[in-house]
Nanobody, 125 residues
Framework: QVKVVESGGGSVQAGGSLNLSCVVS????????MGWFRQAPGKEREAVAA????????YYPDFVKGRFALSRHRDKYTFYLQMNTLKREDTAMYYC??????????????????WGQGTQVTVSS
């Protein structure tokens, strides 16, 4: 059974940084994506970063490029999202997800089969 667990959320002032972690266990597929998504109150969930599970390629939407960086620990299924220059609008619940294949688009929710419970990020001015 695949289990996805996020950690590292918290409160930070605008301009600050946070590093989120995602640990995946029970994953036995040969290749897929790992993605980070977020959802603010009253808004739809959106992708903020994705990476191939082998760590060789990353994807970011324009609104986080240059501020967020997704990487894979050498321990194959631990992933880190470094978030810098945080803004108030980055406040949201952040979710980690992993897919069984690379059949879908990496920044689309429907590409992912397994999700964590989320970790809250709050950015204050």
């Amino acid at each position: 059974q695949v289990k996805v667990v996020e950690s590292g959320g918290g409160s930070v002032q605008a301009g600050g940084s946070l590093n989120l972690s995602c640990v995946v266990s029970g994953y036995s597929y040969s290749s897929g994506y790992m993605g980070w998504f977020r959802q603010a109150p009253g808004k739809e969930r959106e992708a903020v970063a994705a990476i191939w599970t082998d760590g060789s390629r990353t994807y970011y939407p324009d609104f986080v490029k240059g501020r967020f960086a997704l990487s894979r620990h050498r321990d194959k299924y631990t992933f880190y999202l470094q978030m810098n220059t945080l803004k108030r609008e980055d406040t949201a619940m952040y979710y980690c997800a992993i897919s069984a294949t690379r059949a879908g688009l990496p920044l689309r929710e429907n590409a992912y089969s397994y999700w964590g419970q989320g970790t809250q990020v709050t950015v204050s001015s």
